[in-house]
Structures are given as C-alpha cells and as structure tokens.
C-alpha cells in the first residue's frame, strides 16, 4: 500500500452525503466496484462454515471439543501462512489474479472439506482454505488501498470493512439448509458457490484481472 498525504479538512461535512458519495464513487469506478464485491459476496457464500463447524466435530466425525478446537485452528494457521505468502510476493505484478485464483480455491477447498471422507484430510483442506481465502482478502485490501484518492478513501475502505459484517449473516439461511439437508452439503455448495461467484464476478469486472 503506497504511502499518501492526509487528505486536507474541507470543513463540516454531511454524515449522509459523505456516503452517497462514497457509494457513487464505487458505483463509477469499474475496479473499486468490482474490488468491493469481491470483497464482500464470495465472502458471505464462504463463512457459513464458521458456524456448522461444530456440527462436524460432533456429528460427523466425532472428535469432540479438542478435535473441534484443531478444525477451528487450522483455517489460522493456513491463513497465516497465506498472509505471509502474500507480504512477500510484495510487488507481484498479477496481484488481480492472485485475488481471482486465491478466491475459487477457497471455495473449492471449503467444498473439499465439507465431502473430506476423513478428518485429517478435512484439517488439511481447512488450513488450505484458510491461506487462499487471507491471500484473496489482503490482495483485495491493499488495492482498494491502493487504487482509490485519498479524498475518498476513508468513505470507501469502510464499504470494504463492512463485508466482515455482512458474512455473518449467511448463518441463518446456512443453520436452515443444515436443518434440511445437513452440514456436510450445506458447506459444499456455499463452497461450490463462492468459487462460482469469484469466477462470475471477474467475467463481469474483467478490469480485476489486469490489477
């Protein structure tokens, strides 16, 4: 993220108006639209796993409260790993790829968990979910950042921060599908969905991909 200059005080401003700005500067910019749904859809279909974790701990593959305690680990540990991978790529020139690519493996590896015959493989492609889907979140972070004016910035990075928000409501329509037709595909088709959303939202915003 490059360094920028504090964005000088304009006076008293409009609470409301700063946002409708912010969301038609978004709105007008191809990239930072596309960076923002990026940003926030894949996410939502992604962490419906955070909540029905518990489910395969218990149910299906019954390991109790310390194997629950590695399955909530392992996507840290791989997402610490992913972020470190990502601070040192530093000036990779296809950092828009990065995010592309970084966001269908992580759906396909939460769908991979979610059908894993075994918990240890399912450990593993949890860990490995949890890498591609932090080298997806910081690669799109730092662009916003990078990207957009600092006279719009602070309107515009708190769209972005607001998609941590939002993911955690797809843990009500996620508990009422486990309800139905269990945990086990519950994750996998919110995995199959995010890798598809990561895929449909670089057809629509093409621009990602030269980032």
């Known amino acids: 993220v490059p360094r920028q200059p504090i964005a000088p005080h304009t006076g008293r401003r409009d609470v409301f108006g700063d946002l409708r700005e ?3 500067y978004s709105y007008r910019q191809p990239a930072v639209f596309g960076l923002l749904l990026l940003g926030t859809v894949p ?16 149910n299906v593959w019954h ?12 996507p840290g540990i791989g997402g610490f790993l992913g972020a470190l991978g990502v601070a040192s790529a530093g000036r990779y020139q296809y950092k828009g790829r990065l ?3 970084g966001t269908v493996l992580y759906g396909l590896m939460l769908a991979a968990f979610a059908l894993s015959p075994t918990y240890h493989l399912g450990v ?5 979910a949890g890498a591609a889907g932090v080298a997806s979140s910081a690669t799109v972070g730092s662009l916003v ?18 998609s941590y928000g939002i993911s955690g409501l797809s ?6 599908l486990a309800a139905s037709f269990g945990a086990p595909v519950t994750i996998a088709l919110c995995g199959i969905l995010t890798a598809v959303s990561g895929v449909a939202i670089a057809r629509l915003r093409p621009v990602l991909l030269t980032l």
């Open 22 to 24: 912010g969301m038609a």
């Open 43 to 58: 996410l939502f279909f992604a962490m419906t796993y955070v909540a029905l974790l518990p489910i395969f701990a218990e």
């Open 63 to 74: 390991v109790g409260a310390s194997g629950f305690g590695i399955l909530a680990a392992a």
């Open 99 to 101: 995010m592309i690519v």
């Open 124 to 128: 593993l492609c949890l860990a490995m």
């Open 145 to 162: 950042q990078a990207i957009i004016p600092v006279e719009v910035s602070g309107r515009v990075m708190s769209f972005y921060q607001m």
């Open 171 to 176: 843990a009500l329509p996620a508990g009422a």
